[in-house]
Structure formats: C-alpha cells, structure tokens
C-alpha cells in the first residue's frame, strides 16, 4: 500500500486546513456564516432539549406522588400552533437571507477590480497555473500578492477535479468542458495548504494544493524571474543534461523555455524556484528530484510520468541541469 510520504507544511499555521481559519475575506463570509448555522443549530437544541429534560422531570414527579390520570393536554392550542409554525419559519428565512449574501459575496460572475488574473488546470494528478497578462506558466504552487484579489479561471484537461484551499476559499469543483472562475484573497503572508476535493483516480490523494501569498513586491519580483528565459547551463555536467533533455523523451512532455514545448506534465521552465515536487507530495532538494526523474513510481506511484531506465550518468547530468533552472 503507498503511505503518502509526509508532505511539507506551512509553518506557523496551527491548522493549516481549517475552514474556522479563514485567511481572506471569501474564506471569512464561509467561516461567519458557518458559525452562524452552528449557533442557531445549538441554540435550538439546547432550547429543544432543554424542555425535554424539564418535560421528563415534571412528568416523572407526579408519578412519583401517583398522580392519576393524563397530564393536561394542549391539543389544539392556538398559541403554541402559532408559536412553533412562526419561529421555524422565522430561524429558516434568517438562515436563507444570510446564505443568499454569502453567495453573493463569494460567487462573483466578474472579476473584481484590480484583480490578478490566474488560470488553474486540473491535471490527473497535478495542478498547472498560467498568468495570461504576464505570460508566466508554473505547476503546483500558486503565487499570488497579499491583499489584491485573484480571479482564478478553473478548467480540467480530463475528468473531474476540485480546487480547495480552506483558508482562503470554498471548494469549487474543476470540471471538464464547464471552465468556471470565481474569486478570493488573502490577507495574511504565508503558505495555505489544500487538497484535490473530488476523486480523480489512483493519485488523487497526491495530488495536493500549495497557495504562496507574498508581498506585492515580492510577487511582483516573481513574476519578473518567471518570465526569464533560463540562462544557458553552466557547469559541464548541466550542459550534459541539456542535451540528454532534449535526446530523450522529458522534451515530449515538459516545457522549458528555449528548450522545449511539451505540454503533458508540468512546465520545467523555473522548476528550481519551486519547494516541492510531485504536486505538493514531497520537498525538493537535489536528492528528491534525483529520486524522481529515476523512477517517479516510487514517490508516486500510478503518476502519468514513466520510469524512463536511465543510467546513473544521464541521472546526475540531468538532475545538474535542471537544479540550474531557478
Ligand atoms: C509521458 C510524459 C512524460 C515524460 C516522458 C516525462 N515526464 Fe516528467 N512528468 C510528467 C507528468 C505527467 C508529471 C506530473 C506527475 C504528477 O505530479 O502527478 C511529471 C513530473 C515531472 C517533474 C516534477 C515537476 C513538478 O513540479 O512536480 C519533473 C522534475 C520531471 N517530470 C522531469 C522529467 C524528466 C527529466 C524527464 C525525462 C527523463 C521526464 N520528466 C519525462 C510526464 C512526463
Ligand atoms: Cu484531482
């Protein structure tokens, strides 16, 4: 059986997941009106509960003093028809209003202004981002600026998929031929950590969600590296790489910027700018990558990248080429 290997958190956030932690202001209306629902459903119950307990106790004495008879009966009482048809009815437009601005805060049918644009397509079993007004395409780990609003264009290249960050927005659901979008932020710095929501095959519980939110200028440093073509290899070993890349079948799949244009697995053009590998399953570093481009099978298994057989000397020219890739 794969035990997921422990995937790399977010430090500082006590739950990472959590939808009672929003982080943004799409994330808070769900989080306020949750508590909301939760209130009102334990007001009812204790007020339910609490005549039940008092019913069985008052109940209970007068048979302890062996009263005989029924208890008085209020069948057909107007006052108490009324009373329980009018608060339901009152508890049930309340939550109604309530959810109906709740939509209408999250479910936006155009962008905000000043939104940052991003597509994101669900991939069996990855995530691939495109920032169509600087041209950037990354993989797995979405960069956004705290603060401004990001306008997320949902799509799949092939069956269902669903897209959930918990501390900055609701689930939405990445289906194919049915793009969507909808819109969040973040008003706090730092990692938020999410899950692909719908079961899309064997991988589905490695396929993981990685928001970075940054400062603007921070991001918008980002952007301008990720928009740099790479320089050419440097050491030998890279330079060796390059054209073991380009020799085997990686460029059929991977795109690299001046390199290569494959568009099956994720963009390799800044892949050593990223933290993790695999769609958020593991960290990378140098001894990672290595382990994946010899058989990603072993961290991931069932994943749509094959096991290509190489031999040791293709693997480190590789992996020096693409460790050059920042
Ligand atoms: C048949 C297409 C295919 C071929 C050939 C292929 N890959 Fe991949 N590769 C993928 C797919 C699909 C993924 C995403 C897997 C996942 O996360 O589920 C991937 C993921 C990766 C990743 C991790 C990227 C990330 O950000 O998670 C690296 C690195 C990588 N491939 C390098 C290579 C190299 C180097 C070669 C050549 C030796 C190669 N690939 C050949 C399809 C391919
Ligand atoms: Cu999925």
Avoid at 70 to 83: D, I, M, R, T, Y
Avoid at 252 to 269: E, M, Q, R, W
Wanted: net charge negative; glycine share 8%.
């Amino acid at each position: 059986m794969w035990i997921p290997p422990t995937p790399p958190l977010c430090d500082g956030a006590t739950f990472p997941t959590s939808i009672l932690s929003p982080a943004g202001p799409a994330a808070s209306s769900l989080s306020d009106a949750t508590w909301l629902v939760i209130g009102l459903c334990c007001a009812i119950g204790i007020v339910v509960e609490g005549l039940l307990v008092w019913a069985i106790i008052s109940g209970r004495k007068r048979a302890n003093q062996n009263a005989p008879g029924e208890p008085v009966q209020v069948f057909g009482s107007n006052k108490v028809e009324l009373a329980w048809t009018i608060i339901p009815t009152i508890i049930v437009i309340v939550l109604a209003l309530v959810t109906v601005r709740v939509i209408r805060d999250v479910d936006l049918t155009e962008p905000p202004p000043g939104a940052l644009r991003v597509q994101v397509i669900g991939h069996q079993w990855w995530w691939e981002y495109r920032y169509p007004d600087s041209g950037v395409v990354t993989a797995n780990e979405l960069m956004i600026p705290v603060g401004r609003p990001i306008w997320l264009e949902v799509e799949s290249a092939d069956v269902i998929h669903s897209w959930w960050v918990p501390r900055l927005a609701g689930k939405r659901d990445v289906i194919p031929g049915y793009p969507t979008a909808f819109w969040f932020s973040s008003d706090e710095q730092g990692t938020f950590l999410g899950q692909c929501a719908e079961y899309c095959g064997t991988m589905h519980a490695g396929m993981l969600l990685r928001v970075e939110a940054v400062s603007a200028s921070a991001f918008d440093a980002w952007i301008g590296q990720q928009q740099a073509t790479p320089a050419a290899p440097q050491s030998q070993l890279a330079q060796e790489g390059h054209l073991v890349f380009q020799a085997l079948s990686c460029s059929n799949c991977h795109s690299i910027k001046g390199t290569s244009d494959g568009l099956f697995g994720p963009d390799l053009t800044h892949l050593a700018s990223r933290k993790t590998i695999g769609s958020g399953i593991v960290q990378l570093d140098e001894a990672t990558l290595r382990l994946w481009i010899s058989d990603p099978q072993v961290l991931k298994p069932g994943c749509n990248m094959p096991s290509l057989n190489l031999d040791p000397k293709q693997l480190s020219a590789l992996v020096a080429y693409l460790w050059e890739l920042h």
